[in-house]
């Protein structure tokens, strides 16, 4: 990513003052042919110049894009803008699988690349899996690629999200998934599963209550959220402790715990594999 900088420095020199090509962005976020860079304030008279230039560093991009604020609501729109090219529509290959997106309109998660590859490899044939914040299948769709589980349950509250899942179940021809259009909270589901998956931020804890009400008498849940450095990990275990408590689960053990991205000064993003057991069939 330095190289990038100096390479945005060379080109730019000419049309930005020293004092400000400090300002470039370092690095970027490459989702399908698009990029998608930060630029700062400093900048902002020069974002089209900069857009172009990286387009012409890149022959197989066609778009840059400038994101300009932070992730907002929880249908997690971002704020983004096209500085060079057109067009925000393309398919992102990872892991051998297609996800087809709208960058404008939905958020990619780059930080969530290992969890994406991690989690097919824990999943026994015949599992079944809710996904409760599916967005457009970040987790549903290697989870129902690469490994084999019965029954996927999707779920998400964002209309879009969803139709571009369903695009992506499409795309990388898969039969395992059944979306829903909704608020997990107050979705009903035909069986219980063996594994949950809370792939959202932050806050996650508030959707305990609704990733127990889903989870079969023994089961595992992998819960995302937010915690300050000095929490780590005894307030996250606490929080699983607690709710499991309140649902009637004994938390049996934590398989796998770990720091997934920073996601503000000494606030980081983390998972926990957490394994539970149902309090009356562990007493009968």
Not at 11 to 32: A, M, T
Not at 167 to 196: F, H, M, Q, W, Y
Not at 225 to 240: A, G, M, S, V, Y
Request: aromatic share 10%; glycine share 6%; net charge positive.
């Amino acid at each position: 990513m330095k190289q990038f900088k100096e390479e945005l420095k060379e080109r730019l020199k000419c049309k930005i003052s020293d004092d400000k090509l400090e300002f470039l962005p370092s690095g970027f976020q490459r989702v399908g042919n698009i990029i998608i860079v930060n630029i700062k304030p400093e900048l902002k008279e020069f974002k089209k110049d900069i857009g172009e230039t990286i387009l012409d560093c890149f022959s197989s991009i066609k778009t840059v894009c400038n994101r300009f604020d932070s992730i907002k609501n929880e249908t997690r729109t971002p704020s983004i803008e096209v500085i060079a090219g057109n067009g925000t529509e393309t398919i992102h290959t990872e892991n051998g699988c297609f996800y087809k997106i709208d960058v404008a309109k939905l958020m990619f998660a780059k930080g969530n690349v290992k969890e994406r590859g991690r989690l097919p490899l824990l999943i026994k044939p015949g599992e079944t899996i809710v996904d409760m914040f599916a967005g457009i299948g970040y987790f549903t769709i290697p989870i129902a690629k690469l490994a084999k589980p019965k029954k996927i349950y999707a779920i998400d509250i964002n209309p879009l999200a969803i139709g571009f899942l369903k695009e992506n179940i499409k795309l990388n021809l898969i039969s395992c998934v059944e979306t829903i259009l909704g608020d997990c909270r107050t979705v009903s589901l035909p069986e219980k599963a063996d594994r949950v998956i809370m792939g959202y931020l932050p806050r996650t804890y508030e959707f305990l209550p609704a990733a127990f009400g889903f989870l079969k008498e023994n089961g595992t849940i992998h819960y995302h959220d937010t915690f300050r450095e000095n929490e780590l990990w005894e307030k996250p275990i606490k929080i699983l402790e607690k709710h499991a408590q309140k649902a009637g689960y004994w938390l049996d053990n934590i398989s796998y715990k770990n720091v997934v991205k920073q996601f503000a000064p000494r606030v980081y993003h983390v998972v926990v594999d957490a394994k539970f057991e149902n309090i009356l069939s562990k007493s009968s």
